[in-house]
């Protein structure tokens, strides 16, 4: 599919779909799925790089842990940091948080270590799918969700990063991102001949 969009119109439907006119009919794209990809992608190269940078929070949360999350949570404190995590200790199995990644809303920062901890004691390995599990994660917890209005820029931003992604068409746990309807199918449903 050819999806260069020629049209500077991004329609917001029930606050859950994006449409947008393409050169050979239009596409129908999933907000939440479409975001979780560009953060999926975004989070695997900055696991695999120099990181994002951790934008600092006004109020530091303290999250306190059971002994073995701790002692698992000081394996894979590199890979949290890598994705714009910023804490310290704070007592005995108890961390303070005092920075995130720029992409998430505050207040999904103590769920999202949480899960990634659960994560690693799940499988106690470093490996390819663990990373890319960590990716997962922090992409479908701040992934805007169904019913958030987004903006005619925030629109045109979203489907900007995710048509620049090397996988825009299924997100990270393999739903459909994008429904194409070509002018032929259109035809073909409203009976016309040309």
Not at 59 to 74: A, G, M, R
Request: contains cysteine.
């Amino acid at each position: 599919i050819d999806l260069q969009t020629v049209s500077e119109n991004i329609w917001q439907i029930h606050q859950k779909y994006l449409i947008t006119e393409i050169k050979y009919g239009l596409v129908i794209i999933d907000q939440h799925v479409a975001h979780e990809r560009v953060l999926f992608e975004e989070a695997k190269n900055a696991l695999a790089g120099n990181g994002f940078s951790s934008q600092t929070v006004l109020f530091p949360q303290t999250l306190k842990l059971q002994p073995e999350e701790y002692d698992s949570l000081t394996e894979i404190t590199h890979y949290l940091e890598k994705i714009g995590f910023r804490f310290r200790e704070f007592g005995e199995n108890t961390i303070i948080i005092e920075g995130i990644p720029p992409d998430i809303n505050w207040g999904n920062e103590s769920q999202i270590i949480n899960e990634i901890i659960d994560q690693y004691m799940t499988v106690k390995n470093i490996n390819p799918s663990f990373i890319d599990q960590i990716a997962a994660i922090y992409a479908c917890k701040s992934a805007i969700k169904a019913g958030d209005q987004l903006k005619p820029e925030e629109r045109t931003h979203l489907i900007d990063r995710l048509f620049s992604t090397d996988h825009p068409y299924y997100c990270p746990h393999g739903r459909p991102i994008i429904i194409n309807l070509s002018i032929d199918e259109l035809d073909q449903r409203f009976e016309r001949n040309t």
